[in-house]
């Protein structure tokens, strides 16, 4: 495919530690597309905190609490609630796990076919299983959540399109610690703009699944490309 030179904007250079003691890289050029890392243990709100942009136009939780597995990973998928009545025009995002030493991570999809609703419905658990993907085509991509992300506010001139009669969903990897795990209902606050801003803000996803990093090479380079 071709070759894109992209423009990034929030990427941090620096290495943050988790609430695991693991670390998250944020690692970019100046001016690329990505979250900023600036959590710490002792600023990081807690599931009551307020939110860091202040409060949103939407705040959307799961309907129901969830409970994963004491012992194997989980990919849940939650459809929250209202579809958009018209289009929305999403400037900032953010999320606050409940159960926040369970959630590994988490990615916002925008359904317009009504996939996601019928998965849900026919699933006894709340929400749906879904591992590696939401199981229906993503009309939009809102963000992404993990530990050490701050919230994601695009560039001024920038929004995320929701269509009509979208719906937000959210796909949500629990990761157990100690066979222990506790009820989640995670939380996504969406900041709006009355109209649409004047370049229009899309995912693109270059991946690479295949690699291996050989011992002891410290500087080793993936890469990845978009088709």
């Not at 709340?126 to 994601?152: D, E, H, N, Q």
Request: aromatic share 10%.
């Amino acid at each position: 495919g071709p070759i894109v030179d992209l423009d990034f904007v929030n990427i941090s250079d620096t290495t943050v530690p988790d609430r695991s003691g693991q670390a998250n890289d944020g690692v970019g050029r100046k001016g690329a597309v990505g979250f900023e890392t600036s959590w710490s243990p002792s600023t990081a709100p807690d599931s009551e905190g307020c939110w860091e942009l202040g409060e949103p136009e939407l705040s959307l939780k799961l309907e129901e609490p969830f409970t994963p597995s004491t012992h194997d990973d989980s990919f849940q998928c939650f459809v929250l609630p209202g579809a958009s009545p018209a289009p929305r025009y999403v400037r900032a995002i953010d999320f606050r796990p409940q159960a926040r030493s369970l959630v590994h991570h988490i990615l916002a999809y925008v359904d317009t076919s009504g996939r996601a609703e019928e998965l849900d419905a026919a699933d006894p658990l709340p929400g749906y299983s879904c591992f590696g993907g939401p199981k229906f085509p993503p009309a939009a991509i809102l963000g992404a959540w993990f530990p050490g992300a701050s919230p994601l506010v695009l560039p001024e001139d920038t929004s995320i399109v929701v269509p009509e009669n979208g719906r937000i969903v959210l796909q949500v990897h629990y990761h157990p610690h100690h066979g222990r795990s506790s009820a989640d209902r995670t939380e996504m606050a969406v900041y709006l703009d009355s109209a649409a801003r004047a370049t229009a803000f899309e995912y693109l996803l270059a991946e690479n699944r295949s690699f291996t990093i050989p011992a002891g090479n410290p500087a080793f380079r993936v890469r990845a490309r978009y088709d």
